[in-house]
């Protein structure tokens, strides 16, 4: 995921160059600086931040501190790992079709909804993010499970180290925020492709 990182830091670099002067190198196409912005962000939270940060760090120090030999669930690590690549390419495609998605890395209608941006970048933004979320859910349930269940016996809680209590409580917050990121982004969709209306007013 380094080289995520090496994307992520160049798209922030055509964002620094662009606010280096006065109109910026993109004042005549917004919309590739907006592309720029949205990719860099989300690139940089769901595709290094949280594989990296969380989930390399915790598959590697959590077994070490908890006196286990290895994660509750391996297979289902293993999944939450390899389910990465195809949201990652995705979003990385998304830059490149007509014009790109460009609504923001919140992605709040309606500048994403199908008014202002009904290219089909977009969705593809929609379901890479959904595909991260499962895969950051698994590896949530995973931390969990083995903080819960298989540290060594005399690692009360009291006893265990602040960044075991860090990781448990990240994929907490994780278990309740990435589902309902789910349900907006669902919604978000149905309001591009289904005429409904949630974000209609």
Same mark, same amino acid.
């Given at each position: 995921?380094?080289?995520?990182?090496?994307?992520?830091?160049?798209?922030?670099?055509?964002?620094?160059?662009?606010?280096?002067?006065?109109?910026?190198?993109?004042?005549?196409?917004?919309?590739l600086y907006n592309v720029i912005v949205t990719s860099h962000?989300?690139?940089?939270?769901?595709?290094?931040?949280?594989?990296?940060m969380m989930g390399g760090f915790g598959n590697w120090l959590?077994?070490?501190?908890?006196?286990?030999?290895?994660?509750?669930? =391996?297979?289902?690590?293993?999944?939450?790992?390899?389910?990465?690549?195809?949201? !990652? +390419?995705? $979003?990385? #495609?998304? *830059?490149?079709?007509?014009?790109?998605?460009?609504?923001?890395?919140?992605?709040?209608?309606?500048?994403?909804?199908?008014?202002?941006?009904?290219?089909?970048?977009?969705?593809?933004?929609?379901?890479?993010?959904?595909?991260?979320?499962?895969?950051?859910?698994?590896?949530?349930?995973?931390?969990?499970?083995?903080?819960?269940?298989?540290?060594?016996?005399?690692?009360?809680?009291?006893?265990? =180290?602040?960044?075991?209590?860090?990781?448990?409580?990240?994929?907490?917050?994780? !278990? +309740?925020? $990435?589902? #309902?990121? *789910?349900?907006?982004?669902?919604?978000?969709l149905t309001d591009r492709h289904a005429n409904t209306s949630?974000?209609?007013?």
């Open positions: 995921w380094f080289w995520s990182d090496l994307v992520g830091t160049g798209l922030s670099f055509q964002i620094r160059l662009n606010l280096a002067q006065p109109g910026g190198i993109y004042s005549d196409m917004p919309q962000a989300l690139m940089m939270i769901f595709f290094f931040v949280m594989p990296v959590i077994p070490l501190m908890i006196g286990c030999t290895d994660m509750v669930f =391996p297979r289902l690590n293993n999944l939450s790992y390899w389910v990465l690549p195809g949201p !990652l +390419f995705m $979003l990385l #495609v998304s *830059a490149l079709i007509e014009g790109g998605a460009g609504p923001g890395w919140t992605l709040y209608p309606p500048l994403s909804a199908s008014m202002f941006h009904s290219t089909p970048g977009m969705d593809l933004v929609i379901f890479a993010l959904h595909i991260a979320g499962f895969g950051s859910i698994m590896s949530s349930l995973n931390f969990m499970s083995t903080i819960g269940g298989a540290r060594f016996y005399g690692l009360i809680p009291e006893r265990m =180290p602040i960044f075991i209590w860090a990781m448990f409580v990240t994929s907490w917050l994780l !278990l +309740f925020s $990435l589902p #309902v990121l *789910a349900g907006g982004l669902t919604m978000l949630f974000f209609r007013p």
